[in-house]
């Protein structure tokens, strides 16, 4: 059986697990949509009551996540689940149950455990990660191994509102039903959102030159971009721009649309002479402090301009050159979040000075780039001027190495580790 695990998380990247700060935070505080205190786990004959639990806070019609706090009582007390044997899960086992069930659509929610100490006590907290990919609910009758009565039946659809699950033997209602279908459609949040949404199913875009240079959504042609010249001065050539064939690039604005009013204008290039059309990257830096810093380009997913460019990749508004594109990402850096870009930024904060020793371009480097640049440019063109490929250089090569050590930073390895590795490489070289 094929099992889908939900990635429409909340900011994508992981959350730092609970702490006891966090979790006297919670105890303050009644049960509501987003947190529910059990003392004990579940034990056998209430795994049905834990995939109703699971389930109601899935189907939440917030976009945030929940937390099932065990080991607290009605009160708030902490009595802790240190000896709750018989029926105590970690991670993995929670993980395995849940797969096993028959869920419609086989979507797997998202799930964490996690143990806080606490007053000499033991307290297990389940994250049940915020979804889009909601109602969850089961394709087929599910039972309890050696309980056939103990079912939840399918189509059930348990939801949850303020501190209430629906119950057991019933079903959510018309209206809670309803706002589970707008948070999935995206019609609970801002047009910013919703196009971030439609702009995911590349399907069902196409291009046409009939009325101009446009992009429409086909279930939908409210939503639509087009695209528009350039006529502002601006260089022909940037750090993004060097691994291609050909160096020299042609300006363009793309109008993001939802009928008649414009949500974002972005700027895009077409590369290696036409042969691919890419969302311009924004600036990252690597900062010390104060104004000494260090610049790349890179580009972060789940906003509009990544959604854009991984419908470019896709082979809109043409075929995506293979190639070219892997080029264009050897020194562009691809974030999942806003987040992860900033982590990763902090973690080399205290590097600069190392990290601008690795990434200095030689003079033959950049007598060489010139050479290939007289390909497309005058002598005289600011685009192969010394200083200005020496900056291109620096900027290309930050993105190289900033792409290695976000594959360290999502392994869990120190990322100044790269720094090492680099410095090897030059003394070689």
Same mark, same amino acid.
């Given at each position: 059986m094929?099992?889908?695990?939900?990635?429409?998380?909340?900011?994508?990247?992981?959350?730092?697990?609970?702490?006891?700060?966090?979790?006297?935070?919670?105890l303050?505080?009644?049960?509501?949509?987003?947190?529910?205190?059990?003392?004990?786990?579940?034990?056998?004959?209430?795994?049905?009551?834990?995939?109703?639990?699971?389930?109601s806070f899935?189907?939440?019609?917030?976009?945030?996540?929940?937390? %099932?706090?065990?080991?607290?009582?009605? &009160?708030?007390?902490?009595?802790?689940?240190?000896?709750?044997?018989?029926?105590?899960?970690d991670?993995?086992?929670?993980?395995?149950?849940?797969?096993k069930?028959?869920?419609?659509?086989?979507?797997?929610?998202?799930?964490?455990?996690?143990?806080?100490?606490?007053?000499?006590?033991?307290?297990?907290?389940?994250?049940?990660?915020n979804?889009?990919?909601?109602?969850?609910f089961?394709?087929?009758?599910?039972?309890?191994?050696?309980?056939?009565?103990?079912?939840?039946l399918?189509?059930?659809?348990?939801?949850?509102?303020?501190?209430?699950?629906?119950?057991?033997?019933?079903?959510?209602?018309?209206? &809670?039903?309803?706002?589970?279908?707008?948070?999935?459609?995206?019609?609970?949040?801002?047009?910013?959102?919703?196009?971030?949404?439609v702009?995911?199913?590349?399907?069902?875009?196409?291009?046409?030159?009939?009325?101009?240079?446009?992009?429409?959504y086909?279930?939908?042609?409210?939503?639509?971009?087009?695209?528009?010249?350039?006529?502002?001065?601006?260089?022909?050539?940037?750090?993004?721009?060097?691994?291609?064939?050909?160096?020299?690039?042609?300006?363009?604005?793309?109008?993001?649309?939802?009928?008649?009013?414009?949500?974002?204008?972005?700027?895009?290039?077409?590369?290696?002479?036409?042969?691919?059309?890419?969302?311009?990257?924004?600036?990252?830096?690597?900062?010390k402090?104060?104004?000494?810093?260090?610049?790349?380009?890179?580009l972060?997913?789940?906003?509009?301009?990544?959604?854009?460019?991984?419908?470019?990749?896709?082979?809109?508004?043409?075929?995506?050159?293979?190639?070219?594109l892997?080029?264009?990402?050897?020194?562009v850096?691809?974030f999942?979040?806003?987040?992860?870009?900033?982590?990763?930024?902090?973690?080399?904060?205290? &590097?600069?000075?190392?990290?601008?020793?690795?990434?200095?371009p030689?003079?033959?480097?950049?007598?060489?780039?010139?050479?290939?640049?007289?390909?497309?440019?005058?002598?005289?063109?600011?685009?192969?001027?010394?200083?200005?490929?020496?900056?291109?250089?620096?900027q290309?090569t930050?993105?190289?190495?900033?792409?290695?050590?976000? %594959?360290?930073?999502?392994s869990?390895?120190?990322?100044?580790?790269?720094?090492?590795?680099?410095?090897?490489?030059?003394?070689?070289?």
């Amino acid at each position: 059986m094929l099992v889908k695990v939900d990635e429409t998380l909340s900011g994508r990247g992981d959350k730092a697990k609970m702490d006891i700060e966090e979790l006297k935070s919670w105890l303050s505080k009644p049960e509501d949509d987003h947190h529910d205190f059990k003392e004990h786990w579940y034990h056998k004959g209430q795994k049905p009551e834990l995939v109703k639990d699971i389930f109601s806070f899935v189907n939440t019609a917030h976009h945030e996540d929940c937390l %099932l706090i065990i080991g607290v009582n009605d &009160q708030h007390k902490i009595t802790g689940v240190e000896n709750d044997e018989n029926g105590r899960l970690d991670q993995q086992q929670l993980i395995d149950f849940v797969r096993k069930l028959p869920i419609s659509g086989e979507f797997i929610p998202r799930l964490e455990v996690s143990t806080v100490y606490a007053e000499e006590h033991e307290v297990d907290v389940i994250r049940i990660f915020n979804s889009e990919n909601v109602p969850i609910f089961l394709g087929k009758k599910w039972n309890e191994k050696g309980l056939p009565g103990n079912l939840i039946l399918p189509g059930q659809i348990f939801t949850r509102e303020q501190d209430v699950n629906t119950a057991r033997d019933s079903t959510a209602d018309y209206h &809670q039903v309803e706002k589970l279908f707008k948070k999935h459609l995206r019609l609970d949040v801002s047009i910013e959102e919703r196009y971030k949404y439609v702009l995911t199913d590349t399907s069902n875009w196409r291009y046409t030159e009939a009325d101009g240079f446009v992009f429409q959504y086909n279930l939908n042609p409210d939503f639509y971009m087009v695209l528009c010249e350039d006529d502002q001065s601006r260089y022909k050539a940037e750090a993004y721009s060097l691994d291609q064939f050909r160096t020299k690039m042609s300006w363009q604005y793309l109008k993001i649309k939802y009928r008649q009013s414009t949500i974002e204008t972005l700027l895009v290039v077409w590369l290696d002479g036409g042969r691919l059309m890419v969302v311009t990257p924004n600036f990252g830096f690597i900062r010390k402090g104060g104004s000494d810093s260090l610049a790349y380009y890179c580009l972060i997913e789940n906003t509009v301009a990544g959604r854009v460019q991984n419908l470019f990749s896709t082979g809109l508004p043409l075929l995506a050159n293979a190639h070219s594109l892997d080029e264009f990402y050897n020194g562009v850096v691809l974030f999942h979040s806003e987040e992860e870009k900033e982590q990763l930024e902090f973690l080399l904060g205290g &590097q600069t000075d190392e990290i601008r020793k690795l990434i200095e371009p030689k003079e033959h480097e950049i007598a060489g780039l010139a050479g290939r640049m007289a390909m497309d440019f005058n002598s005289s063109d600011q685009e192969v001027q010394p200083s200005n490929i020496r900056y291109m250089l620096l900027q290309h090569t930050l993105g190289r190495f900033m792409n290695e050590c976000l %594959l360290e930073y999502r392994s869990g390895y120190d990322v100044t580790s790269v720094i090492g590795r680099w410095q090897q490489k030059n003394a070689r070289n």
